[in-house]
């Protein structure tokens, strides 16, 4: 899966560079009349290496075998992006605006590879009990109320690679420490969202 088109410029700090923003590799080094990896070089010089990439190297058959293991969690190392304002920035990944929509909408309900059950432990109570997180992941009295409402049946991820930035569909509320963070569309209010720190950790 080599090659310089797999190759997705997401975000340079120079500013001569902008236009490198969201092309292939490739292309842009051909709008350059350069070499790919002559432009590679140019663009890691002239940002003083401050480049962003999206690599793309992944087989779908694997990705779907992982999920379905019963010891994979469902994670995204994704930025925190927004489709207007401050955290609109660059050419990020759309994992940034959709993972877990997408394991829901396409791994769960179009393409059955894990229970919806499965997918939703995967994404919660899972991954707090490996990072020792009390009171978290759960629906349960005296746990923090972070909760997702969402429509089984419609839930998808909208953000793609050409066009990172779109919110998901069928999640119509979300709550963090018991205040509602977003409501049909809508971000309501200041952030209820704070770090957390594993159970023992110093």
Not at 165 to 186: H, T
Request: charged letters at 25%.
């Amino acid at each position: 899966m080599g090659g310089w088109n797999n190759v997705l410029l997401s975000n340079v700090s120079a500013a001569g560079d902008q236009d490198a923003v969201g092309k292939r590799l490739d292309d842009w080094a051909r709008s350059r009349g350069l070499e790919p990896y002559e432009a590679a070089v140019s663009l890691l010089r002239d940002s003083r290496t401050n480049v962003s990439t999206v690599v793309f190297a992944m087989s779908e058959a694997n990705l779907e075998r992982f999920l379905a293991h019963p010891r994979a969690m469902v994670c995204s190392d994704g930025g925190a992006y927004a489709v207007s304002g401050v955290a609109r920035t660059g050419h990020p990944h759309p994992r940034g605006l959709g993972t877990f929509p997408r394991v829901l909408g396409k791994y769960v309900r179009e393409r059955q590879v894990l229970t919806l059950e499965e997918a939703i432990h995967k994404m919660s109570g899972m991954p707090a009990d490996r990072l020792r997180l009390p009171g978290r992941g759960r629906v349960a009295a005296g746990s923090a109320a972070d909760l997702v409402v969402f429509n089984p049946a419609t839930v998808i991820d909208r953000a793609s690679f050409e066009d990172p930035f779109q919110y998901p569909e069928g999640i119509s509320v979300v709550v963090v420490n018991g205040r509602i963070a977003l409501r049909d569309g809508d971000r309501l209010g200041a952030g209820a969202g704070k770090g957390l720190r594993p159970a023992g950790a110093r």
